[in-house]
């Protein structure tokens, strides 16, 4: 039995063959006999698959297809556009590279494995209603009322505070908090030491103190939304703090109560945003940049890195500066200082 | 026996006359039979009361009293200032319609019940000192000497170190951790996965390596502080780091050792103290600022978001800009660099 | 037997002699009886030793040695440099007064002591490898193929991952994360809440959605790493993110993956790398400033807090602002602004 024909399980050596039925591309040339692993170009071996980008990145940066990108690398086969030349090596021709290695990367990942059923360490109180199939690690807590759905993944720490709902699939890291009331959507990851659900920052002067008023809402998060870590996400004042299906958001990331987060909203690194912003599919923020209060951020808006966004923002907008405008403004004006700074400095000689 | 003669009890919906008595004002009209809830404007119904701002938020932003911001509200009845027009709906009359709606959004409120006691799972050492009345919840850890006052309340996971002091009715929330000798005084709230008392960040160059400079000091939390979640507050190298009473910080705040920080200040999200700030009574930051370490800001100063302030303020200033000087001087100085540039393109062209 | 001539003993007072034999100094004058402790020159006592600083600190801000700084302090007795006149006070003349301080503050210094063991609320998953000597505290996991050094410390509830190595005497504080297969150096700190090895932030958009790329790499950190609370590292897409030998991290930083620092590396509080950055040895990142992905900072360069660094910086620079540049003309350009705006409001008065 030829071994095409058997199923491919995970983490297995590919043939080439199997390979380009993984990543849906055509073969071209040989390749090794078998493919253990993937890497990037530069440190690839000759039983590695590697890839040429052909696409931007996240941040915009444009890093292929670049016709030296295969430098002397040492990969065994490689994934590339159907129109890269590849100097006569052996390459899966796939439409997008990038996509075609990330699909090669889930083959080889190795997530640990975490089996059904509750750590004799974990606190489930009554009232909880945890999924058969749903794992709830060692010293874990799930308060009465909550719900842990098909699946889901609870590593070690996790508290899910009373009548939380966590949906099918989803994986919460080690020490990750739902404060009670939080949802949560199916296939989300939310990664170690994040927070959700703790009170908005709302206080009043009394005239003698700051007067801390009550939050009553909650947070809602949509389906496949990826949290890294250490963010947290308030709770809403009266309604939810609502992050939208497929939203990503990078390590650190602080988000204000009563936020509305749209679709595929992607939020870097360190990214604040102030209490009730409004921000439409598909937005951006570059890291370390951060919204004021009570804006709208229109769909599509891109937010340059350590930005501030003081006001609304139209659809499709690309912006940067403190506050921010237009981002090739922002950028001539930091550009025309410097030349005046420079020229005085000159003079001064 | 009519309902208002009987005490109001937690959560349970009110009658009109019991919410002006709540909030301490005086009802204008009729109203729903029973108020079950408070919301905002927009999404307030028939049994919910909702209130009119009627000053600026933390932010200065001032969203109130607009005229029209009843809108088409569906609330049953509002909380409004003595001569906010209500267009004859019914309302209850008070002098601060934010502070009458905390107080109101209080009544609805329903933090988790915390019983008295130790969680079995909790671990609380020899020579630990916990009040009968206060609440150690589930994989806590209380260590020898550390003290827990009446009625205060640790959620899950908290760690509490050595001869710490944690004051009557202080709350902490999930994966609070306290590096022993941390003080704290009574009515606190600090938020999940905030860390307090960790080693300040001195370190000297000793010709081979970073030779770290041993931190004796401690944090000393006045009363009634408030503190977001994800925080760090570093000890001092000698003395303790200090927050004074009433101060409130939001959420990814950052202390550096030896910071001195007076009453009422207010750090909104991100903000980051260097070393030996000190803060005057009232100070406020936006988010995203910070101070550079051995500076003075006296007291009410106000600092905007994104800014730096690398020299001491004087009492009372607002300040912005990196680095930081007076608010309005920066603004002029951005806005003037932007019209210069758009003449310079413009004359291009 | 004269006390000189029995070791000392940690935390036990000291004579000036024993002192002076700790600091590795020479003794001038008599100073008090027994040392008790050492603290800064405002709040020393009689019986406490203080330091005059001859250096500037890490943040380059030069403190020392000022003749005046000896106020009126009531320090019994002072390490100073060879040549700082004390006015006839007891001292101890070192060459660094700072690393003196240093030695005497560890002499002081009590750390709680940690007895070697697993606590029985530990959860130690078969096929990991605890050393006999190493102190696993209160509800920790220790997942199967980790292990852990001799004399290692890991405070409650930390979560260390599958194949993941504690090197001999590293400290893990109270609720530190290591994702499954981060390798940690010998002698390394990590303070509470810190997370290592979370995904790094790499998706891609497949026309539908942000299809996350699998991060098979991992994090390498060094020997004698030292790294505040609340910080994240994540792993590499393919190889390791790499903290170098003897970097010191301050409180909430923020590594992208695949960044490399090279040794000795110095990144302040609430400083954000993004993902692919090389750092040289001894770079020094000021508070909140950051870095895009895919930039090389070279060895020595000093990057001023608040500034994005957005293209490679060459050996020994100091750069500043956003985008970075020289600091120098980044200072002049922002002066210069300003001047600009006072001047134009100076002639519309």
Same mark, same amino acid.
């Given at each position: 039995?030829?071994?095409?024909?058997?199923?491919?399980?995970?983490?297995?050596?590919?043939?080439?063959?199997?390979?380009?039925?993984?990543?849906?591309?055509?073969?071209?040339?040989?390749?090794?006999?078998?493919?253990?692993?993937?890497?990037?170009?530069?440190?690839?071996?000759?039983?590695?698959?590697?890839?040429?980008?052909?696409?931007?990145?996240?941040?915009?940066?444009?890093?292929?297809?670049?016709?030296?990108?295969?430098?002397?690398?040492?990969?065994?086969? @490689?994934?590339?556009?159907?129109?890269?030349?590849?100097?006569?090596?052996?390459?899966?021709?796939?439409?997008?590279?990038?996509?075609?290695?990330?699909?090669?990367?889930?083959?080889?990942?190795?997530?640990?494995?975490?089996?059904?059923?509750?750590?004799?360490?974990?606190?489930?109180?009554?009232?909880?209603?945890?999924?058969?199939?749903?794992?709830?690690?060692?010293?874990?807590?799930?308060?009465?009322?909550?719900?842990?759905?098909?699946?889901?993944?609870?590593?070690?720490?996790?508290?899910?505070?009373?009548?939380?709902?966590?949906?099918?699939?989803?994986?919460?890291?080690?020490?990750?908090?739902?404060?009670?009331?939080?949802?949560?959507?199916?296939?989300?990851?939310?990664?170690?030491?994040?927070?959700?659900?703790?009170?908005?920052?709302?206080?009043?002067?009394?005239?003698?103190?700051?007067?801390?008023?009550?939050? @009553?809402?909650?947070?809602?998060?949509?389906?496949?939304?990826?949290?890294?870590?250490?963010?947290?996400?308030?709770?809403?004042?009266?309604?939810?703090?609502?992050?939208?299906?497929?939203?990503?958001?990078?390590?650190?990331?602080?988000?204000?109560?009563?936020?509305?987060?749209?679709?595929?909203?992607?939020?870097?690194?360190?990214?604040?945003?102030?209490?009730?912003?409004?921000?439409?599919?598909?937005?951006?923020?570059?890291?370390?940049?951060?919204?004021?209060?009570?804006?709208?951020?229109?769909?599509?808006?891109?937010?340059?890195?350590?930005?501030?966004?003081?006001?609304?923002?139209?659809?499709?907008?690309?912006?940067?500066?403190?506050?921010?405008?237009? @981002?090739?403004?922002?950028?001539?004006?930091?550009?025309? @200082?410097?030349?005046?700074?420079?020229?005085?400095?000159?003079?001064?000689?």
């Amino acid at each position: 039995m030829p071994e095409e024909s058997v199923p491919v399980s995970p983490c297995e050596p590919l043939t080439p063959a199997q390979a380009a039925e993984v990543v849906g591309g055509s073969l071209e040339g040989e390749g090794p006999a078998q493919i253990r692993g993937i890497a990037d170009l530069a440190s690839a071996g000759p039983e590695d698959a590697s890839f040429v980008r052909s696409a931007p990145d996240l941040g915009g940066r444009d890093t292929g297809p670049d016709p030296d990108a295969l430098g002397d690398t040492k990969a065994g086969i @490689l994934l590339v556009s159907p129109d890269f030349a590849t100097e006569g090596r052996p390459c899966i021709r796939v439409e997008d590279p990038i996509l075609a290695g990330a699909a090669l990367a889930a083959h080889f990942e190795t997530p640990p494995p975490r089996t059904p059923g509750i750590h004799p360490s974990a606190v489930v109180e009554n009232g909880a209603d945890v999924d058969a199939t749903a794992s709830v690690g060692p010293n874990c807590v799930v308060r009465a009322g909550a719900s842990v759905g098909p699946e889901a993944v609870l590593e070690a720490g996790v508290v899910v505070g009373e009548d939380c709902s966590v949906g099918p699939g989803s994986r919460l890291h080690p020490g990750v908090v739902l404060y009670p009331g939080v949802s949560l959507g199916k296939a989300c990851v939310l990664h170690a030491g994040t927070v959700v659900g703790s009170d908005g920052f709302g206080f009043h002067w009394d005239g003698t103190s700051h007067r801390k008023f009550p939050h @009553l809402g909650t947070v809602e998060i949509g389906e496949g939304v990826e949290i890294g870590a250490g963010c947290t996400i308030d709770r809403g004042t009266f309604q939810a703090t609502v992050i939208g299906d497929g939203c990503i958001l990078d390590n650190q990331v602080q988000i204000g109560h009563n936020c509305r987060l749209g679709k595929w909203v992607v939020l870097c690194g360190q990214v604040g945003l102030g209490g009730s912003t409004e921000v439409g599919d598909g937005v951006v923020f570059g890291g370390q940049s951060g919204s004021g209060g009570h804006v709208r951020i229109g769909a599509g808006v891109k937010v340059a890195g350590g930005s501030a966004v003081l006001n609304d923002v139209e659809d499709g907008a690309t912006v940067g500066g403190h506050p921010a405008t237009d @981002l090739r403004l922002d950028q001539r004006a930091k550009a025309l @200082l410097r030349r005046m700074a420079r020229k005085k400095e000159a003079a001064l000689d």
